[in-house]
């Protein structure tokens, strides 16, 4: 695997994920992760994430002046990574209808359910939504911000747990500084 130029071809797909292709971001991110001890699964699966791009380098991001709110799609994985064991978590924040940030990344800590790596991963992307809509609001775009920015997860546990600011025994031992997401629907900065 020496002379195949597997970082090189890693490398520039992080860089297109990070700029211009969400699309590709989780696989980059995985792919980007076996730089140091890469086989031949790995070559083939970037080089299918290349044949990816090939076929779609028509596709590009939009928007559209009339859309004027922000919406956000989050979602996590559990247990994800079979080494360690930790989830994954991504998401995708859309302002006039395109997309202005995304991220997918492994969370710090394991999970002990699904429920909690998306409420998990819930927290962080409230935090990033908060900071891109002071960031807007800053800019002179205020009015992209009146509204609070709905974000959308599919676990119905995790958005409870959001949601209640109640004792939950079965979720006791979830890190309070994953409950941000309670104090910024409170304040109405976002809605799950």
């Known amino acids: 695997m020496e002379q195949i130029p597997y970082r090189q071809l890693a490398g520039g797909l992080i860089h297109l994920a990070n700029a211009t292709r969400p ?8 792919l980007s992760c076996f730089c140091s001890d890469s086989g031949s699964t ?3 699966a970037a080089k299918r994430v290349h ?4 076929g779609t380098a028509n596709l590009g991001i939009s928007y559209v002046k009339q859309s004027q ?11 994800g990574d079979t080494d360690k064991r930790k989830s994954s978590r991504g998401y995708l924040l859309l302002s006039a209808a395109g997309p202005m940030s995304w991220a997918t990344k492994k969370q710090k800590s394991v999970a002990s359910s699904i429920m909690e790596a998306e409420h998990m991963g819930l927290s962080e ?3 990033e939504v908060i900071h891109m809509r002071r960031l807007i609001n800053s800019m002179g ?12 997860c599919e676990n119905q546990s995790a958005i409870h747990l959001s949601k209640n600011f109640v004792y939950h025994g079965r979720s006791k031992h979830i ?9 910024a629907q409170h304040n109405n900065l976002i809605e799950i």
Do not use: P, Q, S
């Open 42 to 44: 790995h070559w083939k």
């Open 51 to 54: 044949r990816y791009l090939k």
């Open 175 to 183: 890190h309070t500084r994953y409950h941000f997401t309670r104090e």
């Open 69 to 79: 709110c922000m919406r956000c799609f989050v979602g996590a994985d559990w247990a």
């Open 141 to 152: 775009f205020g009015k992209l911000v009146e509204n609070r920015t709905v974000i959308f």
């Open 125 to 127: 992307v409230t935090k």
């Open 23 to 30: 699309d590709i971001h989780f696989a980059a991110n995985l």
